[in-house]
């Protein structure tokens, strides 16, 4: 960082090392001169601004005739290379150029954020600016160099010309997040994690061939998704899992929700587990933005608010990595007591990981009825009129948003709500639940009603899980039969079992 502000001083990248170097000696001979350590970056920073101006003073520039120069291509048979290397630096002087046209506070960002690739926090506590002074600074540069680079895509010319920046991998949850960190110009490789582990049977290692093949077989049969597909994108995010110590920093982009906050510990778990070398782990995980109504997720900012989140992450420590591994343990156990017991202690190293994990015990069969939170909200929406498939995912969705269910998921729970014997629902004009990769054109015109059974189960009358069966899976927990193991008490907030007289339906 202290090389970038005296290049923008002395506009030579020798020079400017030299500069750093001086400086350094200088700092360490008056150190007794600094009374705080927190004082140490902007009085390390007026060393290096009174080397360059020394510098400036005595240099002295040096020509090469051109012949001369012309002679030593020749001799050497470099000339394919000096062409590649003349592009280059044109590219260079171009960018160079642009940058010239910034004012120097803008400038200086954009040199240590893209080029060298320091953090907003590490910027900020060099140079003595806030960090959304920054972020401003970042953006207003950036919306003033696109119209100047003659390029098209900037973020490509920043990637080519990077110089002693960080390789950094960046994982996220979706398609969209990655497609709008890229259009934000977030530095680095973007691995979008494709996981659903609210479904299906959850296992403590699932990167185990074993195990995955145990899931590809219930995810193609439950939600349509191809077998030998799943297998393979599991395979390849995998790998890079195993070749992490490739990247400098790796950072998680994650939410609040219960589908990210199982991914997230999934890979805090694998994390813990893994020999990362000199790999700097970051986390960046919200559950609101300013300004931002209802959010449920990243995938709801801009490209712009999302490049501005760049380099506010936090360091992932030990106490992180502990908490995600236990949670993981936990969620991925034949005994849900070991989750409640979790539940119960301090978790505020992970903030979100509580309310969402809470969330999936609330997905058990209740005491009440035999329903799962899902069913039973989605029951009452339907008995207070909602009659339309795809309306009853978006309401359903709204109400239970820190669960973060997609449709497939929802689909599967409406056929099943809709199955014999005793269904709890009827449906009208649905010939069929959209699959993997389809669209849902065909819901338009069915509608849905709840049953009498439905109904009188919703009242707290009949147990569904007694009449119905239950056969799903919660997490490691896989529930089969009239009496579930395991039932959710909604007035202890508390997960009960096993079935004793106390919890067992009425």
């Known amino acids: 960082m202290a090389k970038t502000v ?30 705080t350590a927190e004082a140490f970056p902007g009085w390390f920073k007026t060393i290096v601004l009174r080397q360059c101006y020394r510098i ?12 001369e120069a012309d ?21 260079q002087r171009s960018v160079r150029d642009s940058l010239a046209t910034l004012t120097a506070p803008m400038r200086l960002a954009i040199e240590l954020f893209y080029f060298q690739g320091y953090t907003l926090q590490e910027i900020s506590a060099f140079t003595g600016t806030s960090v959304p002074a920054l972020k401003k600074r970042l953006h207003d540069a950036r919306k003033k160099l696109r119209g100047s680079l003659p390029v098209a895509d900037l973020v490509s010319v920043y990637h080519q010309l990077y110089e002693g920046g960080r390789k950094m991998l960046h994982l996220v949850n979706g398609d969209v997040v990655e497609q709008k960190l890229r259009q934000g110009g977030v530095q680095g490789d973007i691995l979008v994690w494709r996981e659903i582990y609210t479904h299906g049977p959850i296992f403590a290692k699932p990167e185990e061939a074993g195990s995955r093949a145990r899931r590809a077989k219930y995810l193609e049969e439950t939600l349509g998704i191809p077998g030998a597909e799943y297998i393979r ?9 195993g070749e992490v110590r490739n990247y400098e920093e790796v950072v998680l982009w994650f939410e609040h929700d219960l589908f990210d906050q199982t991914m997230l510990c999934y890979l805090l778990s694998r994390f813990s587990g893994l020999d990362l070398g000199r790999t700097k782990l970051n986390l960046l995980c919200i559950g609101e933005y300013p300004g931002v109504e209802g959010f449920r997720g990243l995938g709801q900012l ?15 420590g030990a106490e992180q990595l502990e908490l995600g591994a236990k949670f993981w343990e936990a969620y991925t156990s034949v005994d849900p007591a070991y989750l409640q017991e979790l539940l119960d202690r301090n978790t505020s190293a992970l903030p979100f990981a509580k309310e969402a994990f809470r969330l999936h015990l609330e997905r058990y ?38 669960f973060g269910m997609g449709d497939l998921q929802f689909w599967h729970i409406l056929r099943s709500m809709s199955l014999e014997p005793c269904p709890l629902l009827h449906l009208r004009g649905v010939a069929s639940f959209p699959g993997y990769g389809q669209k849902a054109e065909a819901l338009r015109e069915g509608t849905v009603e709840i049953t009498g059974f439905g109904d009188r189960v919703l009242n707290g009358d009949e147990d569904a899980a007694a009449r119905r069966g239950v056969d799903g899976w919660y997490g490691g927990v896989h529930l089969q039969g009239q009496v579930p193991e395991w039932r959710w008490d909604a007035s202890r907030r508390r997960i009960q079992g096993p079935l004793t007289e106390s919890n067992s339906p009425t």
Not at 7 to 30: I, N, P, R, S
Not at 233 to 241: C, D, F
């Open 233 to 241: 994108i599991s395979e390849t995010q995998e790998k890079v899992l």
């Open 71 to 91: 002679e030593g291509i020749r001799q050497t048979g470099q000339t394919d290379r000096v062409a590649e290397r003349v592009i280059e630096r044109e590219l």
């Open 6 to 35: 005296a290049y923008g001083k002395l506009k030579d990248h020798q020079l400017a090392e030299d500069a750093v170097q001086e400086a350094f000696t200088e700092a360490f001979l008056h150190l007794d001169r600094l009374k």
């Open 302 to 316: 801009t490209p712009q608010q999302l490049g501005a989140m760049s380099g506010t992450w936090t360091p992932v």
């Open 365 to 402: 069969p209740s005491v009440k009825n035999g329903l799962g939170i899902v069913e039973e909200t989605t029951l009452q929406f339907v008995r207070d009129g909602v009659n339309r498939p795809l309306e009853l995912f978006r309401l359903v969705g709204d109400r239970l948003s820190l």
């Open 56 to 67: 400036l003073r005595r240099k002295r520039e040096r020509a090469v005739p051109y012949e």
